[in-house]
């Protein structure tokens, strides 16, 4: 009966540990699939590809962003990398829907789903907190703007 108490409240001093960490830029990492041949993004290109702007990397390849539903790490590349929130993001990319300008990126539940996709299909630019199998996909720099 000991046992289980002090487990139980183990995990839950893990849970609150866990819960409490708040996610930061430097929690996102940006990712593309390992054929594309960019090793940096600016910012700017960044947000550009992500908000539609832009569907080309620098070099000239496809660029095809995709999304997690949400989560703080969502959230925090919203905030920190395109200067949205969830419901600005949302609402540009509806209003490019409605107008026939672009289509909303594809969206995942889980970071995992989210790189198998990445690592599968070229020219595929998402991000993660953590990358797994770095074998799988190529982690790219962000730069200043220029």
Do not use: C
Request: no cysteine.
């Amino acid at each position: 009966m000991k046992e289980r108490k002090t487990i139980r409240t183990l995990f839950l001093g893990l849970a609150i540990l866990t819960l409490g960490h708040r996610a930061t830029a430097q929690d996102v990492i940006i990712v593309v699939n390992k054929g594309t041949s960019i090793s940096e993004i600016s910012l700017g290109q960044l947000r550009d590809i992500f908000t539609g702007a832009r569907s080309r990397f620098n070099n000239g390849g496809r660029a095809l962003p995709v999304l997690l539903k949400g989560g703080a790490v969502h959230e925090v590349f919203l905030h920190h990398y395109v200067g949205d929130s969830p419901e600005e993001f949302r609402l540009r990319w509806r209003k490019a829907i409605f107008t026939g300008q672009g289509s909303m990126p594809r969206e995942f539940a889980t970071e995992g789903a989210m790189l198998e996709y990445v690592a599968a299909t070229p020219g595929a630019i998402g991000y993660v907190s953590r990358v797994v199998d770095p074998q799988a996909v190529k982690v790219v720099t962000i730069t200043a703007d220029r």
